[in-house]
């Protein structure tokens, strides 16, 4: 038996947004040029991440503590990931 506040994800729904979201990675990484490609399909990631993890790992219905918990590690990233841009970017022009 449900719990009133929580219905069922639309799994269905889901799966089908993100089979369009990857065919649409897989266009632009053919139709944009190879140097500009990356950040359309890099966003594109992410939000397919966000898709999966709240609607199949359930953090939308979760409290806020739980979710605060998952964005902890993308802040780390996020950090992290600016810090070491001026060391990589020097090289990919290579």
């Known amino acids: 038996m449900q719990k009133q506040g929580h219905r069922h994800p639309p799994y269905v729904g889901i ?6 979201l990857t065919a649409a990675s897989i266009l632009v ?7 500009a490609a990356p950040p359309f399909v890099f966003t594109l990631s992410t939000v397919k991440a966000a ?3 709240l609607f199949y790992m ?3 219905y979760e409290g806020r503590y739980v979710i605060a918990l ?7 990233f996020a950090v992290v990931l600016f810090a070491l841009m001026p060391d990589i970017i020097p090289y990919q022009k290579m």
């Not at 799966?15 to 369009?20: A, E, P, T």
């Not at 990484?29 to 140097?35: A, M, N």
């Open 15 to 20: 799966y089908f947004i993100l089979l369009v």
């Open 29 to 35: 990484s053919f139709v944009v040029h190879r140097e």
């Open 51 to 53: 898709l999966i993890a």
């Open 58 to 60: 359930h953090l939308k």
């Open 70 to 76: 998952a964005l902890i590690p993308l802040i780390v």
